[in-house]
């Protein structure tokens, strides 16, 4: 790839007025000194010295493993959530517009709307959010064997208008 990045250059130097050669040089230079730079940012992660970087770092804060995604915190936490109110408990509904807003029950993510869940007896703080939306939040009260609704309109976070002066 180098050389027939090196040869094109050569081959465009000719062809180019003399003027032009010392811009083309530095464009080289720019694009080759890029291209190193991400290379040697890249090493560190890949090679022996990143992986030794990584399990200190796990030996320093106790964990043992990497980051899980999302979805499987989500999931973990609804079973959690969902086993609880099994035994004491209601169900809810949550809709929102727009819909796929992020549910977090009591500060945990448990599912994205519209969502059924299961929920233990008593208070419970519900968020949504969305990433183009302002979040949203209540509180609710959850009774035995009770059925809950609860419909959330987000309001967009770049809402932006021009107003022109008339003439």
């Known amino acids: 790839m180098k050389r027939w990045t090196f040869l094109m250059a050569a081959f465009l130097l000719g062809a180019l007025p003399p003027a032009a050669w010392a811009q083309a040089a530095v464009g080289y230079g720019m694009a080759a000194s890029k291209s190193a730079a991400i290379g040697a940012k890249m090493r560190p992660l890949t090679d022996s010295r990143g992986k030794q970087l990584a399990m ?14 999302l979805p499987v915190i989500m999931d973990e936490n609804r079973k959690k959530m969902e086993e609880k109110g099994a035994q004491a408990g209601g169900s809810i509904h949550i809709e929102s517009v727009p819909e ?68």
């Open 56 to 69: 200190k770092i796990q030996g320093r804060t106790g964990t043992t493993s990497t980051a899980k995604p």
């Open 100 to 167: 796929k807003a992020a549910v977090a029950v009591d500060g945990k993510p448990v599912a994205y709307t519209p969502a059924d869940l299961k929920i233990p007896e008593g208070k419970h703080v519900i968020e949504l959010t969305h990433p183009d939306y302002v979040p949203w939040e209540t509180e609710i009260s959850v009774n035995k064997i009770e059925s809950t609704s609860v419909k959330a309109e987000l309001d967009e976070k770049y809402k932006s208008s021009i107003t022109l002066p008339k003439f």
